[in-house]
């Protein structure tokens, strides 16, 4: 029994993947993370400053990063040095330690009208 040759199916256009590097991307080298930092603040967007700089302090995931709350960093009306949290994932214990730059930076976002609801 044979088999026709049947004709070729070509798709109508490319994929939006074509050519593209897919699946795990590099890390930041640290010009990067300086350029950004740089950014956020000459457009003073304290709240992404002040995210940018703890996600770099604590390796956290973006779910557990946004999770935190004030009380988890913020204590006695100061940002704490350390702090641990539970991770969503892993359901493990993290501690990590907060740098001054991102105490600094989180510190003015908590302060900020609208973060305390003053506006």
């Known amino acids: 029994m044979t088999v ?15 050519g593209r590097i897919i699946g795990q991307k590099c890390p930041l080298l640290p010009k990067h993370v300086w350029a950004i930092r740089v950014r956020l603040e000459l457009t003073d967007k304290t709240r ?21 709350s004030v ?15 539970l991770q969503s ?3 493990q214990p993290v501690q990590f330690e907060i740098t001054e730059r991102a105490r600094k930076s989180l510190g003015s976002w908590i302060d900020d009208r609208t973060m305390s609801g003053r506006q």
């Open 4 to 18: 026709p040759n049947l004709p070729a199916v070509m798709p109508p256009r490319s994929s939006w993947n074509r």
């Open 89 to 91: 994932k892993t359901k």
């Open 48 to 68: 992404d400053l002040a995210l940018f700089n703890l996600a770099i302090d604590s390796k956290l995931r973006d779910c557990d990063l946004v999770h935190l």
């Open 71 to 85: 009380s988890d960093v913020h204590v006695a009306g100061r940002v704490k040095e350390r702090t641990s949290v």
